[in-house]
């Protein structure tokens, strides 16, 4: 299985929900990052989990809440959200600490009303 | 501060030509360099990697090289399709840990 995966596929809240999105890999890869992506922007990365602890914050605003609960899942927790917040958040994955490829989920649309 | 930077304006050529996309980077010196491919609404994918020793790398259609001198990667693609429309993003890294994207380069191709 060499399929990142991401859910929901879209999400619609307002600033004052709590909301989580997830990602899934059965790869055995033992890094994993979130990446939030403007229109028409590359991606920019949020956060780095090696061996599914934080190694990289990428100074990601506090209301942006990472969790690795184990090697094959990867969440990332909302809470008042501002609608500059809008964007293709997206998973990625990699093998180790090589230099190796990264694989990227299908990512989750966010919208913030 | 770190700079990478692509062709910024869209670039359009006719089926059958070679695609050259242009990767320019400043104030560091990446150990390797990775090409992606992104359709829209999708994640990118991975495409080649060139380690800063080699000078070109191949596969299939396509063609990457790396000049540590200049700077810079070129990112060719021969006989282009109109499958091969996407963007392009270049990314130079230093460190196995994490990734920095250049600004991408749209290719469209048409019949």
């Known amino acids: 299985d060499t399929e990142v995966t991401q859910t929901p596929k879209h999400l619609v809240m307002g600033m004052t929900n709590k909301k989580s999105l997830k990602c899934e890999q059965h790869m055995g890869h033992r890094a994993m990052y979130w990446y939030k992506q403007k229109a028409k922007k590359p991606p920019e990365l949020m956060f780095v989990y090696s061996y599914e602890k934080l190694s990289i914050n990428e100074s990601v605003p506090s209301r942006f809440s990472p969790e690795c609960p184990n090697s094959s899942l990867l969440n990332l927790h909302l809470h008042a959200l501002q609608p500059e917040d809008s964007a293709l958040y997206l998973c990625a994955t990699k093998k180790g600490d090589t230099y190796n490829e990264q694989f990227f989920g299908p990512g989750t649309r966010l919208t913030v009303l | 501060s770190q700079k990478i930077e692509q062709n910024s304006e869209a670039l359009n050529i006719q089926e059958g030509k070679t695609a050259t996309l242009t990767c320019n980077y400043t104030?560091?010196?990446?150990?390797?360099l990775q090409w992606y491919r992104q359709d829209p609404g999708r994640g990118p994918v991975f495409l080649l990697l060139?380690?800063?020793?080699?000078k070109e790398k191949r596969k299939e259609r396509l063609k990457v090289t790396f000049d540590t001198t200049l700077k810079q990667s070129l990112f060719h693609i021969t006989a282009s399709q109109p499958a091969d429309s996407a963007t392009y993003l270049c990314a130079p890294t230093g460190t196995a840990s994490k990734l920095t994207f250049g600004t991408g380069t749209r290719l469209q191709v048409t019949l």
């Open positions: 060139i380690r800063e020793n080699e």
């Open positions: 104030n560091y010196s990446p150990a390797y």
